[in-house]
């Protein structure tokens, strides 16, 4: 009987057939797929014709797509749907995988034939897009250390297989920490919440077959509770325990795992010739150097800090008149910080919420997309991974571009945070294959399901990097949608977020949960008034965290990652109030995998050109400028990887902005 995952897909769109797959087909279907790859990674190294970007890179190119389907569909489950099995597929993959592809990048004969393309470039009449193929073909064996021999070249294969267990073993530890803690709420507790806590709480409790309403440490929860409830006790609960996530001592403590994870981090880097694994990874990104990234964070750290030191006085102050003696602490910054967001703008995000709600938010984020770029979103009836999900079908003046998949509410088989994946990438070579692009987020169930302003943000932000992947207009996959620099790749999500601040949008979509009625203007023009409220906190928070971990990466490997981070936070003067927004036991950006290690300040690089970029559109004819979105779709989100970030960005705005940009844009000088 053939594996469904492996058989022909005769789905809609060839959209993953998930009900027909179950657990047990994943493990037989990835061996077999890696022994096909395997296979195809042979012929091309043994093939006794003369090397040439036919019969090597394209093949390569071409080579593995058994490989994609498994993994595809695997990831997906295993991140937004887990289960104890999964969990224990992936811990079994995660060694399997890193000894494959390891397997591939130190393959001698085919890194000779890559090698030998590769001095003989300027011969091959490649096209400009072949050129960077090949190009980053050449440099990814170079980077993954297919130069090395003898020892070296063993000790490297052995450190990509302990990473890559390390990286499973944090993201599970987490998970398993962010399932099983939740605080048991009774009725009493729930005076002062917002109606809408109080409904999460209660959604929250049956989930986890509680007797009443309970606390988790999902984000959209635990953060209004720590906003709303007037209990000082509970909010400290509540917040040691979120800050405790993969700290807690036992099997799920992560604090061992991200000092093993940083010693092997420098090792690998060494063994390639340089100093230190920051110098290694950030030589790819825009940034180029670690000094340039530091520049970056520290100009903005200090008007933020500024601004977060003054705002803490005032709330210090609040706190005192509430009759609460003593410093601010982290679990009454959100609380005092509402009630004088409600002072000072009259705005109220319990009433605030009603307009926000999720289904009018996806049709806003869809109707912006379709001003700028023509896209029209139409449901589609298909099967899927969880009853949550929804898909629908993308096109563009009659023709199908892409399948768009929202899976959007919190539960205790999803981990934490908000992504966007591409199950299939936009590719012209070998087949045109248009892309299947999934949105994964973690807001609160509810009838009707209703946002906080930060959740409506996160929408518009993973939509923004589905943009970039349905968009994409490449040959070859390996340079297709969010294959960018990593500092660049967060510009398209960063810029959408724009467009849910454009008022008109706003006013058209934020329509009353009950009542349909639009947001009122006086509400409306408070919500804008009010976009950069307590931005030195939400600056503070991110940029420690940023500068964590640049110094973990940027020297020796510290033998006490926790006291590193101490020591940094120390000597940047951390106020008091303020946690790091991701602290090193649940920093799943840096330790889960390579994507955000040594990169976590590529957010705010990003941010740099997104306040820049959507300045252009404000220059122009305003936020749907026809020109300006062409331009925009043009350089940036149908180029994918095909070029150097900067000359992308180079090609749309015809210069590189400064940190200005970035500073006004947060509020935190003036305009």
Known sequence: M??????????????????????????????????????????IAANPEV???????????????????????????AGADSNPKREELQREFSPKLSAHFSGISSNKALFKRVADLWTRRDDLNL?????????????????????????????????????ASLGTSFTQNLLADERDWFMDLTEEDLQGLPEFVVDAARAAGQEKDAEGPVVTLSRSLIVPFLQFSPRRDLREKAYRAWAARGANGGETDNRDIAAEILVLRKERANLLGYDTFADYKLETEMARTPDRVRDLLMQVWEPAKSRADADAEILTQMMQEDGINGPLEAWDWRYYAEKRRKAEHDLDEAALKPYLQLDRMIEASFACANR??????????????????????VTRDGQHIAVFIGDYFARGSKRSGAWCSAMRAQAKFPIVQAPVVINVCNFAKGEPALLS?????TLFHEFGHTLHQMLSDVTYESISGTSVARDFVELPSQLYEHWLE???????????????????????????????????????????????????HDGEAPADPMARQAEVLAELGMPRAIGMRHATPHFAHVFAGDGYSSGYYSYMWSEVMDADAFAAFEEAGGAFDPERAKALEDNILSTGGSREAEDLYLAFRGRLPGVDALLKGRGLIAA
């Open 2 to 43: 053939t594996n469904p995952i492996l058989s022909n897909w005769t789905t809609q769109y060839e959209i993953a057939p998930f009900t027909d797959i179950s657990d047990d087909d994943f493990s037989p279907a990835l061996d077999k797929a890696m022994n096909a790859h395997n296979a195809q990674i042979d012929a």
């Open 51 to 77: 090397p040439t970007f036919a019969n090597t890179v394209e093949a390569l190119e071409a080579a593995g797509e058994q490989l994609d389907k498994v993994l595809s569909v695997f990831f997906t489950v």
């Open 127 to 163: 096209s400009e897009e072949q050129a960077r193929v090949l190009m980053l073909t050449h440099r990814g064996f170079v980077r993954a250390g297919a130069a090395l021999e003898g020892d070296a070249d063993a000790r490297m294969q052995e450190i990509k297989s302990r990473l």
């Open 372 to 393: 700028l770029f023509g896209l029209e979103f139409k449901p589609l009836d298909v099967p899927l991974y969880h009853p949550d999900c929804r898909a629908w079908d």
């Open 453 to 457: 302003y930060d959740d409506a943000r």
């Open 502 to 552: 454009v008022p008109e949008v706003l006013a058209e979509f934020a329509t009353h949960a009950e009542t349909g009625e639009p947001m009122p203007q006086e509400m409306l023009q408070k919500v804008l008034n009010a976009a950069n409220f307590d931005q030195g906190f939400q600056t503070v928070e991110y940029v420690a965290s940023a500068l964590v971990d640049l110094a973990f």
